[in-house]
Structures are given as structure tokens and as C-alpha cells.
């Protein structure tokens, strides 16, 4: 019997698709030299690197191409590799590595648009706004670190009275304008880039769950209706990994971030609200993203939570917050709402490396994932084909994993969640 097939969240982003291509269900045994669990960025890039290096890869999804966080997120293109800015605690020569991974980041998601010609509504320009001093400052030093470390885009200040020329907001004290970031529509980058894979021979599946990994030297990967034997395995399932590797899932916390759209708001009202067009986000913890969308909708995000588990009443809850930050916004209808879970690290940083020699991961963005994911891709398609050992390099920061069962349940999580918004709040009041 076929099992029910799990379609893309109802989004914005699913509404406006590109192309729609069905990718089957693997329906037999066969074998490659790679295998990669999950069609994310990270697993679709890993894919389409090893693609052009010539490798025979098999891509597998248990729902559809960019069904995960990649297909559902804000759509914020950000240089930085880590949600860290504490980079010194890994000592300097790693500090610089992981700095410049960052640094990178967005030009490598740049070129891959280019390269494939991938129509995904790119804008340029990032501004991260502060909401108090501490925050504030907290840009002032980041700037400063990054020119030092050797910046190649432009980081501009800007205070209380500059910012309402970017941003329509009286919250504000201040932010700082990135011009190597920006924003695209990412399910349609997730299946430009999966599109390019399958053109250069990558054999992608869809509706093909791995139940179980068997590794050795050459690993066993079974599925419903089939298996893959493969030299190489790459899990990239993020905050989806499950039960399919239980060590994997408790080096992240699974946390839900939400997104809603409004209706059109015309040129004139966009123009007002976000004159420069470009992606924003806030400093807090438990924080706002926002952006206008290629038809010029606001797309707002925010509203975490530790369980994992999906909120409810998300328009309502997402438009209050929407409404503190653009109170002129309460005549707009909410024509979407979704929500998708971020896996997230303990030191904020992505984990890659091997569970085997020939086991590769890489997951733990933290909600700053776009950008990073690509870069990933890259280190471990190159560890693969042993070009670059940058997978070595982070394998020597410590991840923390963390004890299975009832400690991270939902209550525990959402105890964790109610210190991050007490943090935020006395940060406020500095
Ligand atoms: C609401 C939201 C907003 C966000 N906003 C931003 C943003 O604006 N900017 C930013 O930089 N980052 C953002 N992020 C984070 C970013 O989207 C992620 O870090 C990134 O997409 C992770 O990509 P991934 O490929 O590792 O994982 P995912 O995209 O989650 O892909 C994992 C895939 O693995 C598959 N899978 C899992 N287990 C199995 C299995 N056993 N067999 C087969 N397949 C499996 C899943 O079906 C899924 O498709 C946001 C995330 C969310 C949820």
C-alpha cells in the first residue's frame, strides 16, 4: 500500500513555486558512491558540489525537495557562520577559520544563483536593528571585529534618526546595514539548486524515508520500498533527524520559528514601510525577522519555542508582534501562516564531522541557516572528495550532546525559553 504523501508546508512560499517537479519514490535496491538523507539546502548543496566534482550521488527526502526548514524560512540571506559572536572561545586560528567561513557564505549562495540561473526574487541589503544600548553596542563591537578580521562588504552604522529612513519603525535606537547580506524566496532557490543537481546526473527521491542506517564499509541505507548501498553517507535531516540517529538529535534542541504574510501592500505602502527593500532582523534572543516579498508583502517572523512543537493561533500571535513594530499595518489582512522547526546548538554554532570515517553530518544552524548551509555543503563535499580539510578543523569544537528523554521535553524547554525572554528583557531596560 503507498503511504500518504507529506506536501510543502502551505506557505507564501508554496503558493508562488516556480516549478512544480515530482521526484519519485525509490522503489529498489541500487548503489552510489554517495548517498545524502535529507533535500535541505544542506543535502541539495552537498549533492550538486559532488555533482560537479563527478561523483554518483543518490538524494533522499521523506517529504518533498526544501519540505524543512529550507523551504520555509524568512528568506534572509546573512554572512556569519555562527550566531556566536564570542569567537575567541575556540582560540584564534579556529576563531578565523569559522570568522571567514562566515565571511564567504553569502557570496557562495550568490554564485550558485548565478551559475544556474536560478530565479529566486535575490535582493541585497541586511539591517539588524537595536532595540536598547546593549544591543547597540553590541553591533558598534561586531563591526569593528569584522573589518578587523577583513570584511569584504561594506557595514555602515546608522542612529535613531537615520534609521527611519530604512526602517518605519519608532522602536529602534539604531542598526547596522550589511551590504553582503540580503533576502530571495528560498523554496525556490531549494529547487533551482535540486533541479541543477538532478541535470547533472544526482538521482533524487522524494517520499523515501531512511528507517535505518547500517554502517560499514559500505553503508546500507534501507527505506520502505527500497535501499541504497553506498560508500559515503551524508545525513543532513537538521531539526528532522528523529529517531533515525539518536546521537545527532541530542546534539540540537528542535525549536519552532514562525512566519506570517499579509496581503500586497501595494508600491507606495512598501516603499514607506521598508524604503531600501532589505531584509530585517532584531538583536533579541526571541526575535523579529521581517522583509517585503517579491509582490510586496510583508513577511514577518519570530515567536520561538524549545518544544519543537508547532504553536497555534500563529497569525494572531505573530500579527500582535507585527503591530508593535508597525502599528500603521492593523487595516491587513494575513493571507499565510506556517511555522517550521530550527535545530539549535548549544554554543550556536553548526556541527559538522563524521559519525564513522565514512558517516558525514552536518546540522545545528540555529535559526541562521541559509547562508551557512551552503557553505557547509561545500566543506563536506570536499572532505569527500579530500580536497579540503575544514571538516577536521571544526571537528575540533566541542558540541555538547545532551541527555536524551523527559529533560527535553516540552517544560524544560519552555522553562529554557522563559530565560531567554527574561534576558532580552532586562538587556531592554540597559
Ligand atoms: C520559520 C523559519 C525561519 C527561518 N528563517 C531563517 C532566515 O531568515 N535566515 C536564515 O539564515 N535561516 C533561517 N532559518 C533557518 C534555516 O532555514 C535552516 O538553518 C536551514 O534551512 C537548514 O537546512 P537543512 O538542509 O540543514 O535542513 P532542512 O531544510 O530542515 O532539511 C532537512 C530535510 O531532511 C529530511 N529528512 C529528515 N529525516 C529524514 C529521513 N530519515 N529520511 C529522509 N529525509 C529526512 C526532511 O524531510 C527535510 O526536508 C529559519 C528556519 C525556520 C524554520
Known sequence: MENKKIEHVSSYYAATINEAINYPV?????????????????????????????YKVVLI?????????????????????????????????????????????TDLVRQTIEEFE??????????????NNSQMNELVARKEEWER?????????????????????????????????GHLHPLNLCLGEAKAAANLGVSIYEQTKALKVNPGKEVLIETAHGSIK????????????GKLNPKLRRMIMPA?????????????RA???????????????????????????????????YSGKEPKNIDQNLRKRMLNVFPDLHDLRIDYAWGGNVAVSMHRIPQLGRLTENIFYSQGYS???????????????????????????????????LPGGKWFSSPAMSLGMLFYRLKDFLASKS
Not at 26 to 52: H, M, P, Q, R
Not at 118 to 131: H, M, N, T, Y
Open 256 to 268: 519552532n520559528s514562525c512566519i506570517i504574510a499579509t496581503e500586497p501592500l501595494g508600491n507606495e
Open 230 to 241: 553506498a560508500k559515503n553517507l551524508v545525513l543532513a535531516g537538521n531539526a528532522y533527524i
Open 271 to 305: 516603499k514607506q514601510l521598508i524604503s531600501k527593500d532589505m531584509a530585517v532582523c532584531d538583536l533579541n534572543t526571541i526575535l523579529d525577522y521581517y522583509r517585503l516579498s517579491a509582490d510586496q508583502r510583508l513577511l514577518f517572523g519570530g515567536r520561538w519555542n
Open 26 to 54: 525509490l522503489k529498489e535496491d541500487i548503489s552510489s558512491e554517495v548517498c545524502i538523507v535529507g533535500a535541505g539546502f544542506t543535502g541539495v548543496n552537498t549533492a550538486l558540489n559532488l555533482a560537479k566534482k563527478g
Open 149 to 181: 578580521r577583513g570584511y569584504q562588504h561594506n557595514l555602515t552604522l546608522v542612529d535613531k534618526n537615520q534609521i527611519k529612513n530604512y526602517v518605519a519603525s519608532s522602536n529602534y535606537i539604531g542598526g547596522m546595514i550589511d551590504s553582503g547580506s
Open 367 to 401: 535559526g541562521h541557516g541559509v547562508a551557512p548551509t551552503h557553505m557547509a555543503a561545500k566543506i563536506i563535499a570536499s572532505a569527500i572528495s579530500n580536497e579540503w580539510d575544514m571538516i577536521d578543523t571544526l571537528s575540533r569544537i566541542k558540541h555538547i550532546q
Open 61 to 105: 527526502d521523506s517529504a518533498r525537495i526544501g519540505w524543512g526548514a529550507s523551504g520555509r524560512n524568512g528568506g534572509q540571506l546573512i554572512s556569519g557562520f555562527t550566531f556566536s559572536d564570542k569567537f575567541e572561545r575556540w582560540g584564534e586560528d579556529i576563531a578565523q577559520s569559522v570568522w571567514k567561513l562566515g565571511a564567504d557564505c
Open 118 to 131: 536560478i530565479q529566486c526574487d535575490l535582493k541585497e541589503g541586511f539591517i539588524e536593528v537595536a532595540l
